[in-house]
């Protein structure tokens, strides 16, 4: 409003110039909020926050299954430091949000995968650590929702690693791989298999992966079968774990789980 008013008192031509008083009463602040204005029409944090939300639209434009979590990975990645208060204060300011795969009855596509498929449904292998699936399943409980990121080795057919927690985070996934990576390194070389969802596409979970010289693998975009063994694996725990009876809290889902 601050700059209507100076165009308002500097009208020429054929317009009437509106006095400050007159156009700071009517648009409801005062003049020395005006003028204070003029001696520093923009602050650095104001050209900060503008630079910020400036990113936060182009990351989101790249990949609208981004939420502000993980934009402020995408922010830091490019060498800004902001808290995740601040740019979801600057998301929820423009609307930005993120799309999950169905929403009002629309179905959005998912991000675009960050590697090839290195599997395209051949889950054989031939010895431990050289295919790990990977994938996310959700309960309800009485509390809210779980979440449960686990780790499979193809090969031994067991889970070698998993996370739980009460948020759909990229540490969900981060924690699982870590897991598995402390329980059976080295694992150079291995090949980890996952859908396309954000949590997998991350910064922190793609570096990650590089430093224990893993082989990222994605498959496509809303097909199950490219990673029907670990669907299978989370159909087989929500038969007999998880959909047994209504589960009151999320402590019991987890021990259930866990044990």
Same mark, same amino acid.
């Given at each position: 409003m601050y700059p209507l008013v100076t165009d308002l008192a500097q009208a020429k031509g054929a317009a009437i110039a509106v006095p400050v008083t007159v156009s700071c009463r009517v648009l409801g602040f005062s003049r020395q909020a005006y003028y204070k204005w003029r001696a520093n029409p923009l602050s650095q944090r104001d050209w900060d926050d503008a630079?910020?939300?400036?990113?936060?639209?182009?990351?989101?434009?790249?990949?609208?299954?981004?939420?502000?979590?993980?934009?402020?990975?995408?922010v830091t990645h490019a060498g800004i430091t902001a808290s995740q208060n601040r740019v979801h204060r600057l998301c929820k300011a423009q609307g930005i949000r993120a799309f999950h795969s169905v929403r009002n009855g629309k179905w959005r596509k998912p991000g675009p995968a960050v590697h090839d498929d290195l599997v395209e449904r051949n889950?054989?292998?031939?010895g431990p650590n050289?295919?790990?699936?990977?994938?996310?399943?959700?309960?309800? /409980?009485?509390?809210?929702?779980?979440?449960?990121?686990?780790?499979?080795?193809?090969?031994?057919?067991?889970?070698v690693g998993y996370s739980i927690d009460t948020r759909r985070s990229k540490w969900i996934a981060v924690n699982a791989l870590r897991m598995a990576v402390q329980r059976h390194g080295p694992v150079a070389g291995c090949i980890v298999h996952s859908d396309r969802t954000s949590?997998?596409?991350?910064?922190?979970f793609q570096a990650e992966l590089e430093v224990h010289g893993l082989k990222g693998s994605m498959g496509r975009v809303a097909s199950s079968p490219d990673n029907a063994a670990m669907e299978s694996c989370f159909a087989l725990l929500q038969k007999n774990?998880?959909?047994?009876?209504?589960? /009151?809290?999320?402590?019991?889902?987890?021990?259930?789980?866990? /044990?």
């Open positions: 630079h910020l939300t400036n990113i936060a639209i182009d990351v989101h434009a790249a990949d609208a299954g981004l939420g502000y979590r993980l934009i402020t990975d995408e889950f054989r292998a031939e050289q295919l790990w699936l990977t994938d996310i399943t959700e309960h309800r /409980t009485g509390a809210g929702k779980l979440y449960l990121c686990a780790v499979k080795d193809q090969w031994a057919h067991r889970i949590q997998f596409r991350s910064h922190t774990v998880l959909n047994r009876h209504p589960w /009151t809290s999320r402590h019991a889902l987890r021990l259930a789980i866990i /044990t």
